[in-house]
């Protein structure tokens, strides 16, 4: 069941998603960030996105393998969006493809290393750990359910329905937190009874993760 393939279109197609997730949802992630940082959430991740799509075109047209084809978008991201989110989101999608170097579809079982390679490098770079309210409390839940929803033998896409119910009961479980990383942590208590905004964002892209494949298996 996890060796059904998904071919290099499925992550085309991911990345046009996100891209148009982010346009969807730049004022909403924006209005968090205006809450607990400095409002820019959002238009970071407009920003980032817009070079990516910019730059999809040849790189679908060069052929790349799925690998580069994930690592240029992250560089894309890193290289163009301010704040901590740019090196962060844009490691994620930098070592996406490191477990599938040359390949140009891979097996399900192999896009969760994926997700797990790239969630790692944002921990790895962040040095963030679980209650500190940034991204990685929706993330390393997702990470770790990825590998027990596959343990438990479910579908594919439950598998992936069951990442994303795990960061969305991360986000929320760090709401009444107070934030130890990033900027929301200069407000000290004033931050607790406010959604992370990169919590919420991180949720967002594992729900086009999710509902991008459903095209697909
Ligand atoms: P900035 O805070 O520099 O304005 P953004 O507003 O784009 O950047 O992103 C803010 C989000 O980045 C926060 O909501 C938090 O989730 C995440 N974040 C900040 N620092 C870290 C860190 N060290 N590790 C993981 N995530 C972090
Ligand atoms: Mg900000």
């Not at 090196?87 to 493809?97: A, C, H, V």
């Amino acid at each position: 069941m996890y060796d059904v393939l998904i071919p290099k279109a499925y992550f085309v197609k991911l990345l046009e998603n996100l891209a148009a997730m982010v346009e969807e949802q730049k004022d909403y992630l924006t209005h968090l960030d205006a809450q607990i940082g400095d409002s820019d959430h959002g238009v970071n991740l407009s920003i980032g996105f817009r070079e990516v799509m910019k730059k999809l075109p040849d790189l679908v047209a060069q052929d790349v393998d799925i690998a580069t084809l994930l690592k240029k978008s992250g560089m894309s991201l890193l290289s163009r969006v301010g704040g901590a989110s740019g090196p962060l989101y844009g490691s994620l999608f930098m070592k996406l493809g490191a477990p599938v170097a040359g390949k140009n579809e891979v097996t399900f079982a192999e896009l969760c290393e994926m997700i797990k390679s790239g969630i790692d490098a944002v921990v790895s770079r962040g040095k963030a750990e679980l209650g500190d309210k940034t991204m990685v409390d929706a993330l390393l839940p997702a990470r770790d359910a990825l590998f027990a929803g596959m343990e438990e033998g479910l579908k594919p896409l439950d598998v992936m329905e069951k990442a994303v119910a795990a960061a969305e009961a991360g986000r929320d479980s760090v709401v009444d937190k107070v934030a130890k990383k990033g900027r929301a942590m200069r407000l000290g208590e004033r931050a607790i009874g406010h959604v992370d905004p990169g919590t919420a964002s991180s949720c967002l892209f594992l729900r086009v993760f999710t509902d991008t494949l459903k095209e697909f298996v």
